[in-house]
């Protein structure tokens, strides 16, 4: 992973981008020698979103079923009944 200063990307952000375009790796900024941000791909940040939805809705599935809030499939079906028409 490229890391560049703060003031690197204040002096240089349009050669940062055009580079992070090309590359598609993502860019660690940092600030006062510490990490402060992750500069990346719009498309790349796009589909990370994606990911993260699909793995919370996985995540509330699991835990619905651990505490028991599952219905039979007939169960489903009467209440899915208005969607299924």
């Known amino acids: ?4 200063l703060v003031t690197t990307l204040k002096r ?3 050669k940062i981008l055009a580079d ?7 860019v660690l900024i940092t600030e006062h ?3 402060s941000a992750y500069l990346v791909d719009f498309e790349d940040y796009q589909h990370m979103q ?3 939805c699909i793995l ?10 651990f505490e028991g809030r599952i219905y039979s499939e007939s169960e489903a079906e009467e209440k899915m ?5």
């Not at 992973?1 to 560049?4: P, Y």
């Open 20 to 26: 992070l375009h090309v590359s598609k790796e993502p």
């Open 81 to 85: 009944s208005k969607w299924l028409k």
């Open 50 to 52: 994606n990911r993260i």
């Open 33 to 35: 020698g510490r990490p």
């Open 56 to 65: 919370e809705g996985i995540a509330r599935g699991e835990r619905a079923v």
């Open 1 to 4: 992973m490229k890391t560049e």
């Open 12 to 14: 240089q952000a349009t």
